[in-house]
């Protein structure tokens, strides 16, 4: 598969890019585990070219992580387009515009899913931003907006038409945000279009690599994207089975990262605390829950480092 002249090779894997969860340190641990493609949080258009620090900030990446894309997302055709070009001079490999998110503050102001309302707009931005760079253009979008308007197979063509390089679809209208299971078979069908020539990457409900490996053999398509499911488990994209006391060490490494790369000990920590939160390691620990309030509270390196090697000693005598 391939997207431009970047080649993922068979069955690529992908990190879904989300706010808050693909920090810098994510996104290295996930490379080395095999994930083929790594995004950046997305990143509001309208603030980037405000220049706003803290979305400035998440242009930040690593020659260590290529091939990485960066997500954008925008109601507004002008700001699309100049997002694009400030996205562009950051270097990363891919463009992706971020027609997929659900969530009220985003779709409820005509970004993200909620673009999927207005498909002249979101078709007349994606064409603008195609000419306006020079990198690959992606989209992630999702199946329509609600259950009565599932609009993917005839939008895919529409999109492809733009000029796009490569399609992601989320399984879920913007209605269902995260409820529900994810349904592949429209993705599948966009798939085996004929008319379809890019690759088409897809999304929702894969928890597992024989999740992964079930898309690949039922529906046919070119990659499949992980999200939610690694949140605290950057060794998902990896075949091989870690002990908990690597897990735990990759947890530590990924805090120390996170620390390192953002210069400020607190910001590192506040990367961090999604995964701790979400993390199945600490899953059986007999009363955890004063213990996950002191992890989510710790604003210092070493009281949280203290904090994790605790959760290593209770973990390993309940295996005794």
Known sequence: MKIGSIDFGERPLFLAPMEDVTDEGFRLLCKRFGASMVYTEFVSAEALVRDVKTTVRKLAISDEERPVGIQIYGRDIDAMVEAAKIVEQAGPDVIDLNFGCPVKKVAGKGAGAGMLQNIPKMLEITQQVVEAVRLPVTVKTRLGSNCEQLIITTLAEQLQQCGIQALTIHGRTRSQMYTGEADWTLIGEVKHNPC?????????????????????????????????????????????????????????????????????????????????AATPVFKGIPDFRQTRIAMLRAERKDELMAILEDCRHRLGKKEE
Request: with cysteine; glycine share 8%.
């Open 196 to 276: 379809i020539h890019i690759p088409i990457i897809g999304n929702g409900d894969i928890k597992s690599l024989d999740d992964a490996d079930l898309a690949f053999d039922k529906y046919g398509v070119d990659a499949v994207m992980i999200g939610r499911a690694t949140f605290g488990c950057p060794w998902l994209f990896s075949r091989r089975e870690l002990t908990l006391d690597e897990k735990i060490d990759l947890l530590e490494e990924q805090l120390s990262i996170n620390i390192e790369r953002t210069g400020n000990e607190l910001r590192g920590i506040l990367h961090t605390r999604r995964h701790l």
